[in-house]
């Protein structure tokens, strides 16, 4: 397990800059589980995470539709939010395992905690945390 590691982001586009770093540094077929409470740079994170795979899709929050999938020529990024599921079986209902186990996208997922009992092989989590009303620490698992 690779050693934990913390940044301090002061604004949304330190933020955005890390994800889009930190990108780089991830292999195909990883998943992200990504944790923090409402308003803590989950989707600010996800925005500059796909920049930083060279997608050019403007990211958007997926909690209503849950699901938001995003392609270019052979790599995907699936951007899940399941802060509306109630279920497990809801997760599975949409086909939710199928996403999980490719090796041909990254797999980024907000509000995870319904499926943390799941095997994920190639899993990092990341924990967002409100310091101020601007600065956030985002800690890697």
Known sequence: MQPTKSFRSSSSEETFN???????SI???????LKGDL?????????????GLGFDDVILSPTYPILNEYNSKDKSLYHFDLYRLKSMGEFLEIGGLEYLNTHKAI???EWPELIENIDMVNKIEIEFEHISENE??????
């Open 27 to 33: 292999d195909y077929g990883s998943i992200i589980l």
């Open 39 to 51: 308003g803590s740079g989950k989707t600010t994170f996800s925005k500059g995470f796909s920049k």
């Open 18 to 24: 890390f994800a889009k770093k930190f990108a780089q």
């Open 136 to 141: 956030r620490s985002i800690t890697v698992l």
């Open 107 to 109: 797999t980024l997922v």
